[in-house]
């Protein structure tokens, strides 16, 4: 039965309609939307309603306009994925493109930081994916990524996962990451550091601890890098 608006503010009800097709799998990534005038006649709403909520999921990246085709569900590709999270760089601006290279999973009960970092239930199990990252051939990342089983179901089964994640859990299971919460610090590199990247132990390292953020903002990713920082910065354009 199609949805309509009820008896919230109309932005808000067209914006949670739009979310919810999404999320259900309504159309597929790289898919065309309906024309705003077709959505609007759908939804008994003015275009221009339809326009505004089109708008505000394209600021978000949920969607995507197309000059003269039209409005389509935005594609997590590895490049565009790799574009948006990953702020490694040169000084100066040059973006770096890591590769991957080692790699572990393993499913195990949630620690009480896990749970708390994501909002799990006290006997919630994750995902654990750890692995090395290359930049220029060598060894740069090391990165510990945990996630909720009940969100990622079979994931650990997988052989080789992909290089940016993001766009699997989009693919495979419907999960649009469309924000991450990030902290960045300075370390001093452990023996573990030094064993896995290379780096004298106490020497400065970057540790990046990142909360990524579904559609329907819900903690779905942990992520924490641990960079050696010779030679890279960690780069952000503010505007």
């Known amino acids: 039965m199609p949805q309509t608006p009820g008896y919230r503010p109309l932005y808000r009800q067209v914006y949670d309609i739009l979310v919810n097709r999404v999320v259900q799998g309504a159309w597929r990534p790289g898919e065309a939307l309906p024309s705003e005038q077709s959505l609007a006649k759908e939804l008994g709403v003015s275009q221009g309603t339809v326009r505004k909520v089109l708008d ?20 997590h590709t590895q490049e565009r994925s790799l574009f948006r999270f990953f702020r490694i760089a040169r000084p100066g601006g040059e973006r770096l493109k890591p590769a991957r290279t080692s790699e572990t999973v393993k499913v195990r009960v949630a620690r009480s930081a896990e749970r708390a970092k994501l909002d799990l239930d006290r006997d919630a199990r994750v995902v654990e994916i750890t692995r090395t990252r290359l ?25 080789g996962l992909p290089n940016t994640l993001y766009s699997l859990y989009q693919t495979d299971y419907g999960i649009n990451i469309v924000a991450a919460r990030e902290e960045v610090r300075a370390d001093l590199a452990t023996a573990v550091d030094q064993r896995i990247l290379g780096v004298p132990a106490g020497s400065p390292i970057l540790v990046i601890d990142r909360v990524a953020l579904s559609l329907q903002q819900r903690k779905v990713e942990w992520r924490v890098s641990r960079v050696k920082s010779e030679g890279v910065v960690y780069a952000v354009t503010l505007t």
């Open 56 to 75: 505000a999921l394209t600021a978000e990246k949920l969607l995507e306009r197309r000059q003269g085709k039209g409005t389509y569900i935005a594609e």
């Open 135 to 159: 930049i220029d051939g060598q060894p740069a990342l090391h990165e510990v990524i945990v996630v909720p089983v009940q969100l990622f179901p079979g994931i650990e089964k997988r052989a």
